[in-house]
């Protein structure tokens, strides 16, 4: 019948219903369970609303809460359901918009009184009311006009903005309806409030309409919605072991690093403990490029705009750089990468296909501009060290050279004690052409290769449209840390671009000059936002290896001094970072102040250990002390700190 549609189940099924029948009407007729459990629908790719009619052929699958999809819906529905219960208490409130996020969401609000966090639980008891009515998510379509009118009327000068930003003169635009709340959005929705099992407000903080200082600000309250009470109360708890881990808190407590209003936010200066372990990291990191056929190179900190104009990074990446100096001879920037330094240094001299591959790697500093309200302690900076290398190679080894950085990369989630990641190939989008350099076929290909490496080692990972780098597809690896969370770390990228705008070139076996591919390639990501992992990963309790103080010897009287320098500078010979604490105070209160700076051994040395030669030994996080010679103490840390363990 002329009248009728094809729809395609996942289990191969297909059902002949009306044109205009709808995907719950499609729930239905399979199941009441079904259509109880949905919450959304996708078709051809694209997520839709349950009650939007169906017009033509097309595959459909009925999300329910077991689909990781249908949670980015629920909690876009929950933003909307915190909008509507402030608009009811907070009449005069104006709205911005309120996006899903990774774990959670987040609406803008123009008030000019301050929302409190008495007003937050208010709307917290309005948002349960809103839930109990279980009101409709309904979209309408309006003309543009139309809605403008509505909006203006209403003094919603964002939604005036978005209508007029992001849709054209002669078309309907799209909003939704909930209770006395109506929004400018294009969806989709879950059904009705009443589907939200469980949320929770978290904080209000600060934004600028449009990013912009000069533009008022406005209110963003943060919340969070899961599908049960259980996983929201394990994300809370998640939430209050994350502030006790808060590596700024504990950066002041353990005296590591701190940030300077003299000098400027976002400029890490590193106090002798985190210098400590700022070393070790580093010199791990040296010794691996060695091992692994890197040549250490070092380049400038500031260096001609012209280079930035050749790179392309004038074009693509200006809003991330500091301002130009005006020089006596030229413009410079303060560089915010490293590898236009490392093509120079490639191209100072031709190289043969027997050259091939290049590894040029640089623990280098590097200065990127970051808005004052986007820095966050160690995580988001201004001035970073990256451990960046950048490989040249010919096509045929570009892909065993990627497999090689990812075995890299998994030995630092191994050495630093990190077992658990994700993966995610981002690729370039067509659509949005002007965001990329090169053909389609180099994409493709560039794409191709690491697609290869990533299957032919197992590993599997999730493809991201539209966010590579601008010249070339990338493979991003997400450690998971001690209480679940993702941190994007290590990066490996593809780049056939830079190669060709240098004009870099090899002599091939045939004695033609080719031109070679590069490979980019960080794994800490830098030096301080590793560090603040690391940080909140162990809570400041680093593995011996790393920690700034590996033991502390205290003896119980001053008598006992001479014994516990004896036994502290075995252990210096050994290679241990060791602290004998002779300063006259009571025994405990020396035990308690080390043991809050998260030192793993306290060896307490008295009559009965100088005369048997064996320590006391208080291991970090064990309640019960051990009584071993004074050797065996010093073979055990010794292998410790070789063996770069995690644990004691």
């Not at 009449?91 to 996020?101: D, I, M, R, S, Y």
């Not at 005036?160 to 929004?183: A, L, N, V």
């Not at 070790?280 to 250490?296: F, P, V």
């Amino acid at each position: 019948m002329p009248d009728n549609i094809h729809v395609k189940l996942p289990d191969g099924g297909v059902k002949e219903v009306p044109k205009g029948t709808t995907a719950l009407d499609i729930a239905k007729s399979i199941g009441p369970r079904l259509a109880e459990a949905a919450l959304v629908a996708k078709t051809n790719g694209d997520l839709i609303d349950l009650t939007r009619p169906l017009e033509k052929d097309t595959p459909l699958r009925i999300l329910t809460e077991k689909d990781p999809e249908a949670l980015e819906v629920y909690r876009h529905s929950s933003a909307h359901l915190l909008a509507a219960a402030v608009l009811e208490l907070f009449p005069e409130t104006k709205l911005g918009h309120g996006p899903a996020t990774e774990s959670g969401f987040f609406y803008d609000f123009y008030r000019p009184t301050p929302f409190t966090p008495e007003d937050l639980q208010k709307i917290e008891k309005k948002m349960q009311e809103l839930v109990q009515q279980n009101i409709p998510y309904a979209r309408e379509f309006l003309p543009r006009d139309q809605g403008l009118a509505e909006f203006k009327q209403d003094g919603d000068f964002m939604k005036c903005h978005f209508i007029e930003q992001f849709t054209k003169p002669d078309e309907k635009i799209s909003i939704y309806r909930t209770g006395k709340f109506t929004d400018f959005c294009r969806g989709p929705h879950i059904p009705s409030t009443g589907k939200i099992k469980a949320f929770k407000l978290l904080n209000i903080a600060g934004a600028y309409w449009l990013g912009d200082e000069k533009n008022p600000q406005l209110q963003r309250i943060y919340g969070t919605s899961f599908f049960s009470k259980k996983d929201l109360d394990d994300f809370i708890h998640k939430q209050e072991e994350a502030k006790k881990r808060d590596h700024r808190v504990l950066g002041q407590q353990l005296d590591l690093f701190s940030i300077q209003d003299l000098a400027g936010p976002g400029l890490i200066f590193w106090h002798p403990k985190g210098g400590i372990v700022r070393r070790e990291m580093e010199d791990w990191m040296r010794e691996q490029y060695i091992k692994r056929g890197y040549s250490l190179v070092y380049t400038p900190h500031v260096v001609r705009r012209q280079l930035f104009h050749v790179s392309g990074h004038e074009g693509y990446y200006v809003s991330n750089m500091f301002d130009v100096m005006e020089l006596d001879d030229a413009e410079y920037r303060l560089k915010p990468m490293n590898c236009p330094g490392h093509i120079l240094i490639y191209k100072d001299s031709l190289k043969s296909y027997r050259d091939l591959p290049v590894r040029l790697g640089e623990l280098g500093t590097v200065y990127r501009y970051e808005r004052s309200g986007v820095m966050h302690g160690l995580l988001r900076v201004r001035g970073f060290t990256q451990d960046d290398a950048h490989i040249f190679c010919t096509p045929e080894q570009i892909e065993s050279e990627i497999e090689a950085c990812l075995d890299f990369a998994l030995d630092v989630l191994k050495d630093f004690g990190f077992d658990q990641f994700q993966t995610e190939l981002s690729t370039w989008d067509p659509k949005q052409r002007e965001s990329f350099v090169g053909s389609e076929e180099q994409w493709n290909g560039a794409t191709r290769s690491l697609e290869n490496v990533l299957k032919r080692r197992n590993i599997e990972y999730k493809t991201i449209p539209g966010e590579a780098a601008f010249y070339g597809p990338k493979i991003d690896i997400k450690l998971v840390d001690a209480i679940g969370r993702l941190w994007q770390l290590s990066t490996v990228q593809f780049d056939f671009n830079l190669p060709a705008r240098f004009g870099l070139e090899y002599v091939a076996e045939d004695g033609t000059r080719k031109q070679p591919v590069m490979v980019h390639r960080a794994l800490y990501g830098s030096v301080e936002r590793f560090f603040g992992v690391l940080l909140e990963h162990y809570a400041g309790a680093f593995p011996v290896w790393l920690s700034p103080v590996q033991a502390v010897l205290i003896p119980i009287a001053e008598r006992h001094v001479e014994y516990a320098n004896r036994v502290g500078d075995q252990l210096k010979v050994a290679g241990v970072r060791v602290h004998v604490d002779a300063r006259n105070e009571k025994m405990n209160a020396k035990i308690r102040e080390h043991a809050l700076q998260k030192v793993p051994f306290l060896l307490v040395v008295g009559d009965k250990e100088a005369e048997a030669s064996t320590v006391n030994v208080r291991t970090r996080g064990k309640e019960k002390t051990e009584d071993m010679p004074a050797a065996e103490f010093v073979e055990k840390i010794r292998k410790l700190i070789a063996e770069k363990a995690p644990n004691l």
